[in-house]
């Protein structure tokens, strides 16, 4: 690899690779770069909303300078792993940089003192979703004609049970509202 840019040798270089038929070779060698390039904009725009977003948001909340914050490029790197690999939530993500700020703690630290692992205890999150729903009838009928209101309920669950796994919450709610 140069320059830390991911490269087709890199990946010609793999296992995967090597084994694959000629046909899907052509492909990765045709649409390797473009792929590569379009994957590396996505991630670009979103490291960029974080920053612009989150990171400023915390900057003017304690009324600091960038060389003063304690969220470091590794930190935020991290975050948004364990996003991407469903350990924590997007919400628990933004707060999680809040405490990092206060305590300088990294987020693994953090996430496992608290315990900010995204919530799989199905059974509860589909009992808080059924009480959701008895204590809001008319919302409940009214989905059936306007299902765009899954997300009224996924915050009201979100709100009950803020690290369980809102894809998780939205497959049970959109189950039990048939």
């Known amino acids: 690899m140069q320059n830390n840019k991911w490269e087709l040798s890199d990946l010609q270089s ?3 690779y090597k084994n694959s038929s000629d046909t899907q070779k052509e492909f ?3 649409h390797f770069e473009e792929l590569y390039n379009n994957l590396m904009i996505m991630l670009r725009l979103r490291i960029s909303k974080w920053i612009m977003n989150d990171i400023q948001r915390i900057l003017n909340k304690n009324k600091i300078s960038i060389s003063e914050c ?3 490029s590794q930190y935020l790197s991290d975050v948004l792993i364990m996003i991407d690999d469903e350990i924590i939530t997007e919400s628990t993500g933004k707060n999680l940089l809040d405490i ?11 996430v496992e003192k608290y315990n900010l692992q995204i919530n799989n205890d199905i059974e509860n999150i589909e009992n808080i979703c059924k009480e959701i729903i008895v204590d809001n009838p008319k919302e409940a009928n ?6 765009t209101l899954i997300g009224w309920f996924i915050g009201k669950v979100m709100s009950e049970l803020p690290t369980s796994n809102p894809k998780e919450v939205k497959t049970i709610l959109e ?3 048939k």
């Open 28 to 30: 990765v060698c045709e």
């Open 175 to 177: 189950k039990l509202l």
């Open 100 to 110: 990092i700020q206060e305590t300088g703690l990294s987020p693994k630290e953090i």
């Open 70 to 72: 304690k969220i470091t």
């Open 142 to 147: 009214l989905y059936k004609s306007k299902p």
């Open 14 to 16: 793999t296992d995967i």
